[in-house]
């Protein structure tokens, strides 16, 4: 026998575990639960061995229900109290969300991998920044640009030069971390020690290209240098004129001095942003009520000034008024905060206004875009006017001229260019985190996910173990199939399928009884309420497509049927 123990949600729990011959296979198995004290567990332990030396006979523990129960207890606490990192982590690996990279290796710190439901997540928030800003907007443009580029790009956006950490460690902690370069000899370790400088490191990861003669390149380090390349070829050949924008989303990479915070800090992650040519003479954007009025909280410059870190209640019309950023920038800003909204995480984002001491080497203006993580506020978004800086360096560097005739002003003209930025991995987390709830009627996790975006739209259930009722379940599911990414789920008691079901945010559940063969209908149960509904099957697929585009009230969208028996099936 011996003691043994099991992380759940970031904490350790202890059990006495004992492995028996059986033959020529060993079994092991739990047979005691003794806690989250590993002193106590130890002494438990050791009271169990002592009875089994008195030759008293050990009563058996159904360890493994224990366990369920004891799971249950730490995911109630879970959520009554804020999620911490490393339980978000936990979480997104148990349920198949996010698993770290290689980790039969011992994985690679700043490296995650997306998990069968992750990746359906992470997909449908792509697919859905490109309908907000390419499809649904009239001058926006997409492109997919090599993650390689000439190394002479990486020199000319100035990431060659100035794109670098300062790599420290505390003199009090030992804890190693990358500062600024404007942080040297001003910042201090979260123990108040002070830093010792290591040196300074380039962000950039190098790569070399070609076998024979290999060159010196680089993975990107931001997907902006890609649109700024291809941007005159684009205004020839795509028929748009200024002002217009050029959107990507894609992967890039930072050679981290210290990547940490599970998705927040690493050396590979995923940009969606976009590049918006204007006019340089051209301030004239018409923006509407809907912009103009939107409140937002601002963490001003001023504010931070003064080292406070106040938040005010503001509108875009009112930042325009103060001269904080100019009606294109505003536009842009109110449009990232639409789809903020559109998402379902706006409640909790704050925009901070970048000090004029830490504005980048291109920009004029920049705000960050937090978001309120359980753990603490987080940029998941920027916006920053970039100006003429990246064009002007690129005919610099190049020799080719970057300016393009504008038919309205009859002038060849270098556009100046504002950049919104979203990090899809940080918005990945944000989403888990708005919509992680603990049910206490329940006794599971809710991830209420908007239907649109949850990784599984449907789960279908046969109930009656039955040939005839099993093929109508099929063909329910088949059908849903050519539409939407549904699943057939048939194991477990039909409560134990909801449970699973609400846990990975799958908005609706499907059951086949034994009435559905006679009506030719089935049961359709909301994830939200439990209400359900009873609809036919001709209708299913247009009733589930109008559900998930709200365009349908779930109570609406067929009869209500009484639940009180059902749920605790
Ligand atoms: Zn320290």
């Known amino acids: 026998m011996y003691l043994t123990k099991k992380k759940i949600n970031g904490k350790e729990y202890y059990y006495a575990r004992e492995s028996i011959r059986k033959g020529k296979k060993v079994i092991s198995k739990n047979i005691a639960y003794l806690g989250a004290d590993k002193k106590e567990a130890e002494r438990k332990m050791k009271e169990i061995i002592n009875n089994r030396d008195d030759k ?7 360890a493994e229900k224990i366990m369920v129960k004891e799971e249950k207890k730490v995911e109630q606490k879970v959520a009554d109290k804020k999620l911490t990192i490393d339980e978000l982590a936990t979480f997104c690996k148990r349920k198949g969300f ?15 991998d997306y998990a069968p439901l992750g990746a359906e997540l992470f997909n449908n928030i792509k697919a859905d920044f490109w309908k907000f800003f390419v499809h649904d907007k009239e001058n926006m443009t997409g492109i997919d640009a090599s993650i390689i580029s000439h190394p002479r790009t990486w020199e000319a956006s100035g990431h060659i030069g100035s794109f670098k950490d300062v790599a420290v460690v505390c003199k009090k902690c030992k804890k190693s971390t990358k500062i600024d370069k404007s942080e040297v000899g001003k910042a201090k370790c979260e123990c108040n020690g002070e830093y010792e400088v290591l040196g300074e490191f380039s962000l950039m990861f190098k790569t070399s290209v070609g076998a024979l003669n290999p060159m ?11 649109m700024f390349l291809d941007f005159k070829q684009i205004y020839d050949t795509s028929r748009q004129k200024l002002p217009f924008g050029i959107v990507q989303v894609g992967k890039c990479f930072r050679n981290e001095i210290a990547p940490r915070d599970f998705l927040f800090r690493d050396r590979e992650f995923t940009i969606g942003e976009f590049e918006f040519f ?20 601002l963490l001003d410059a001023e504010e931070q000034e003064k080292g406070g870190d106040k938040l005010k209640e503001t509108t875009i019309a009112r930042m325009i008024k103060e001269k904080r950023l100019g009606k294109w920038h505003a536009y842009w800003l109110a ?4 789809w903020f909204e559109k998402l379902g995480i706006a409640s909790k984002i704050k925009i901070r206004e970048h000090m004029k001491s830490e504005l980048s080497h291109y920009s004029s203006a920049t705000f960050d875009l937090d978001y309120e993580y359980p753990f603490g506020s987080k940029e998941v978004g920027g916006n920053a006017n970039r100006g003429q800086y990246d064009l002007k360096q690129h005919a610099k560097f190049s020799s080719e001229k970057m ?19 979203f990090g899809i991995d940080r918005i990945f987390l944000a989403l888990i985190c708005q919509n992680y ?21 449907a789960a279908i259930f046969p109930i009656i173990k039955e040939e005839q009722f099993e093929k109508l379940a099929r063909d329910v599911y088949h059908d849903l199939k050519k539409e939407f990414y549904v699943v057939y789920d048939s194991g477990g008691s039909v409560g134990r399928r909801y449970a699973r079901n609400d846990e990975i945010g799958t908005h609706f559940c499907i059951t086949i009884d034994e009435d559905s063969a006679k009506n030719k209908d089935v049961t359709i149960r909301d994830r939200d309420s439990t209400k359900q509904i009873r609809v036919k099957i001709a209708d299913l697929r247009d009733v589930i497509r109008k559900l998930i585009n709200n365009e349908l009230v779930f109570e609406r969208a067929g009869k209500i049927v009484d639940t009180r028996v059902k749920e605790n099936e």
């Open 216 to 226: 010196d390149a680089y993975l990107r380090g931001e997907t902006a240098q890609g």
């Open 98 to 112: 996010v698993f770290k990279s290689s980790e039969i290796y011992g994985g690679m710190s700043g490296f995650w």
């Open 56 to 62: 008293k006979v050990l009563k058996p523990i159904n």
């Open 335 to 338: 449009e990232q905060l639409l």
């Open 437 to 457: 709830f603990f049910d206490e009627k329940r006794q599971n996790i809710i991830l209420k996910l908007p239907a649109y975006l949850a990784p599984i739209k």
């Open 403 to 421: 300016e393009v005739y504008d038919e309205a002003s009859k002038q060849r003209v270098i556009p100046r260019v504002i950049e919104p930025t």
């Open 278 to 297: 204007i006019h340089p003479e051209d301030d004239d954007c018409k923006l509407d009520d809907e912009h103009l009025n939107l409140k937002l909280r």
